[in-house]
Structures are given as C-alpha cells and as structure tokens.
C-alpha cells in the first residue's frame, strides 16, 4: 500500500495577515455599527469564527472538507502526523477541531452551561482551531455552523489516539467519542487508535500509523461522494504497536475487555501538597457550576510511569474551606488485565494477533447484522481497490 503527495497546500503567513487586514478593514468602514463588537461576549449568529482566517481557492472550494479532531490534545503527535499526511496527500480541504489539553478518557462528555474558548491555531496546510472542552465539544461546535462557515463536512476522522481503544474502552474513549458525536449528527466517521507501549513506542510510530490507514481514509472519502460508504455506522480502527509489521486487516466485532479500575488511598502529608494548586483551580471551576452543592470534585489526568494505562487524581469538597472538614485523597489507576477470551474476531483479540482491527460501532448497543455485512463489503472493496 503506497501513497503519494499530490499537492502542498501551505500558505505563506504574510498572505494570511493581509487577508485578516483587509477584513479588519471593510469591518471598520461600517462606522458605529461595528463599534464595541470586540468588548461583548455575545454569540453572532451572522458570522463565523473562521470567516477571517479560512483563505481559499477555487481549487480548494471544489474539494470535500474532512473535519478532523482527537482525544489526546491538539498537540499530540498523532494529531500532527496525520493532519500532515491529509495535507499532503491533497484529497481534501482539511479543517480540525481538537482539545486544548488531554482529554483522551473524556468519553463523551460535553460542557454544559460554561463558556468554550475556541482559538486559532496553526498546522500547516489546515484551518485548525484548539478548544478548550472535549472531543465531543469539540465536534459538536464544528458542526453547529458558530465555528466554521460551513456545517457538514464529508467526513469526520477522530484520531490518532495514543493507546487502544477496544472493548470497554469505545465508553471512557474521548477518541472515540469524537467520531460517535459526528454520527450522531449524520456525519460518516472514522476513529483511529494506536496500540501503544510505552517500553516500545516512540512518537514516530504515528507515522507509520498514518502510512497503514491512509489508504482506507482515501478510500472513504472517494466513496462517501459515491453514497457507497456504509451508514448508521462508525468505524473504530485499532492498529498494533508495531505498525508496519501488522498482519493486515481484520474487520471484527467489540469485545468485552477491559481495563480493571483499581482507587488507591493516598497520604495527603506524602502525595498531595504538589497538586493543591491545580486542585484548588478545578474546584473553584466546579463550585461555579455547583453552587448550591456541600461537595464537588475536582479530577486531572496524570501519565505515568507505571504499567498501568492511565492515573487520576482525584479530590473531595470543593467550594467553603473548612479546617474540621474530613478530606481524604484517592488515585485512580487503570491496570491490565489479561483475558481468556480466544475469539480471533474480537477486537482486543485481533490486535495481539498483530492485525488492524476495524469494529463497525453503531448507536444501537447491538449492532445489526446487515450494518455489520454492509462494513464488511466495504472494507473488502476498499483494501482491494487501494493496493
């Protein structure tokens, strides 16, 4: 399977900076009707966010838009690799709309009566903005028409995510979530994971990760246009740690597996004084929302360097200080947990065996059978048009 860079999409930033000037400008000759715009919060229903930095071309405007998002952070290396790799490969007009931070364990979670800031951010070759809510949020705002100037794009791609998301994971997956939302709204939708170690992996495995399903994207996004890509449907893509050893594609079913939640006490003398500050910020966040509560809490995300996937810390009673007050601390670690389960068409099955699992996932809790032979057809048709 090989690709090819048809085109370079960049655009220089002086081009941008006029662009912006001259917009600035025709908004300054409407005299007192502009005036004060800057200092209100309000939401415009007239014009979008990115009507001032989406320069394009005839060229451009003749492409279908992919929108694409992830749960690991806008700055994460899967995220770059593979926004690159559209770019590239200039099949599409490529717009994101990832979260500022973390939120790959977000599921799909949504902020709800509290601001999202939405800023313009810089990749190469796309229209990109870094929001600070979830995946979810973050799909949810693209496709609502406030962000962007348009409301639909072709096709949603949620990825790369750093860690599978098989089994039980597609709940606590932010990853996941993002494509979910998307066809929720009707949107075709892909999700992608990488199965990562970290006594193993380095950031450059994203590359390879995008080499090894590029060609199935490329083949969504010719057949989304020809209304032969399967519907009612997302597809969960899973792909092993070493990505360019994979055995192939597997098309499988969703497993049962999953990670085992395991809450450890933590002395507050010994382990949380280094995390008051972050803790007190959160609280204060979460007492805005809850006033009238008599606790709340207040959670972070940590990586660690233990075998386990991923680490919260966790703090009770946000809001009235109180020295009599009874606060206990907790860690929640998500450790290993091995299966028996020898079905080779399971997806947690599948990627130890070394395959690129690919799990339609439906917004049924049990996908029907003609959705599972439609994806199966299609990702036959696709791998075998593709080499």
């Not at 192939?248 to 008051?276: D, E, Y």
Request: aromatic share 6%; net charge negative.
């Amino acid at each position: 399977m090989t690709t090819s860079a048809v085109k370079n999409n960049f655009l220089p930033q002086a081009l941008v900076s006029n662009l912006q000037e001259v917009l600035l400008s025709r908004k300054a000759g409407e005299g007192e009707k502009s005036k004060g715009a800057d200092e209100s919060t309000e939401p415009s229903s007239s014009t979008s966010l990115s009507d001032s930095v989406e320069p394009t071309s005839d060229e451009d405007n003749l492409k279908p838009l992919v929108l694409v998002t992830n749960g690991d952070g806008f700055e994460s290396p899967g995220l770059t690799y593979l926004v690159e790799a559209l770019v590239r490969e200039g099949l599409c007009n490529v717009h994101v709309c990832a979260p500022q931070s973390d939120k790959s364990v977000s599921g799909h979670s949504v902020t709800f009566r509290e601001t999202v800031a939405a800023c313009y951010a810089e990749i190469n070759g796309a229209t990109a903005f870094e929001v600070s809510g979830t995946p979810a949020d973050c799909v949810s705002l693209a496709l609502s028409g406030a962000l962007f100037s348009w409301s639909k794009p072709l096709l949603v791609i949620s990825g790369i995510n750093k860690g599978s998301s098989c089994g039980h994971h597609t709940i606590y997956s932010g990853v996941v979530a993002g494509a979910r939302e998307a066809l929720m709204s009707g949107v075709p939708s892909i999700s992608i994971s990488l199965n990562w170690k970290k006594d193993e992996n380095q950031d450059s495995d994203f590359k390879d990760a995008v080499t090894v399903c590029l060609p199935l994207i490329n083949a969504a996004i010719r057949d989304i246009q020809k209304g032969v890509f399967p519907k009612s449907c997302l597809l969960n893509i899973d792909i092993p740690t070493s990505p360019l050893t994979n055995k192939g594609f597997k098309l499988t079913k969703q497993s049962m597996w999953r990670s085992i939640p395991s809450w450890q006490a933590i002395s507050a003398n010994k382990s949380v004084g280094r995390f008051m500050s972050n803790q007190q910020s959160l609280g204060m966040q979460l007492a805005q929302l809850s006033r009238d509560a008599s606790a709340a809490g207040a959670a972070r995300r940590l990586t660690t360097q233990r075998k386990n996937l991923e680490v919260v810390e966790s703090v009770g009673v946000a809001g009235k200080s109180d020295s009599n007050r009874s606060v206990k601390y907790f860690r929640l670690e998500f450790l290993d947990k091995e299966h028996d389960d020898m079905d080779d068409d399971l997806d947690f099955r599948a990627l130890q065996n070394g395959f690129v699992a690919i799990t339609p996932l439906s917004l049924s809790p049990h996908i029907e059978l003609e959705t599972q032979t439609a994806a199966s057809e299609w990702i036959s048709a696709a791998l075998h048009t593709e080499q």
